[in-house]
């Protein structure tokens, strides 16, 4: 009977052993970038796009990230000008970059179903990118905050067969 115990305690030991390993989380780290325009670092919205695909849901980011700040005091970038993309924590073969002209309230007010403006390709997690200037800019004059234009350049990558997006606010002079 002693030894019948001993076996059913060792038993039950491997057993609870066994689940507790399997219930074990493994750490999973959310994708990171950086985005720099000179030596300037940007700041990103992580969108972290599994299921936002909305236009919706990009701007609900917007308007969380500008709660309490003001458009104006966003970081300026010329067009012509190099942005860098690094990938920070994972590895990807691209980036798609888009440019959508957004209002002070925090709306996409472009059109949303665009082309991205450069796909680049990824050099040791690194890429760059030049700010164009939008041939259709002049009809978005409206939008205009102290006569720049807000930008949310939204940028996607594919991560282990998962689409992810980032995003940076930045302003730009139209150069007339």
């Given at each position: 009977?002693?030894?019948?115990?001993?076996?059913?305690?060792?038993?039950?030991?491997?057993?609870?052993?066994?689940?507790?390993?399997?219930?074990?989380?493994?750490?999973i780290q959310e994708?990171?970038?950086?985005?720099?325009?000179?030596?300037?670092?940007?700041?990103?919205?992580?969108?972290?796009?599994?299921?936002?695909?909305?236009?919706e849901d990009i701007?609900?980011?917007?308007?969380?990230?500008?709660?309490?700040?003001?458009?104006?005091?966003?970081?300026?970038?010329?067009?012509?000008?190099?942005?860098?993309?690094?990938?920070?924590?994972?590895?990807?073969?691209?980036?798609?970059?888009?440019?959508?002209?957004?209002?002070?309230?925090?709306?996409?007010?472009?059109?949303?179903?665009?082309?991205?403006?450069?796909?680049?390709?990824?050099?040791?997690?690194?890429?760059?990118?030049?700010?164009?200037?939008?041939?259709?800019?002049?009809?978005?004059?409206?939008?205009?905050?102290?006569?720049?234009?807000?930008?949310?350049?939204?940028?996607?990558?594919?991560?282990?067969?998962?689409?992810?997006?980032?995003?940076?606010?930045?302003?730009?002079?139209?150069?007339?």
């Open positions: 009977m002693k030894k019948f115990k001993i076996i059913f305690n060792m038993i039950s030991l491997l057993l609870i052993l066994l689940v507790l390993a399997s219930c074990q989380n493994k750490m994708p990171t970038i950086k985005v720099s325009y000179g030596s300037n670092e940007l700041k990103v919205i992580h969108y972290l796009d599994r299921n936002n695909k909305e236009k701007e609900g980011g917007i308007k969380d990230v500008m709660v309490g700040k003001r458009f104006i005091d966003l970081p300026m970038i010329d067009f012509g000008g190099k942005i860098e993309i690094e990938a920070l924590n994972f590895e990807t073969t691209e980036f798609e970059v888009y440019d959508y002209i957004v209002d002070e309230r925090g709306n996409i007010v472009s059109d949303y179903s665009v082309e991205p403006f450069a796909i680049t390709l990824v050099d040791n997690g690194n890429a760059e990118v030049v700010f164009e200037k939008n041939e259709d800019l002049e009809i978005y004059n409206d939008y205009r905050v102290e006569g720049k234009f807000i930008h949310c350049l939204l940028i996607r990558s594919k991560i282990d067969k998962s689409s992810f997006a980032f995003g940076t606010l930045v302003l730009s002079v139209d150069a007339e």
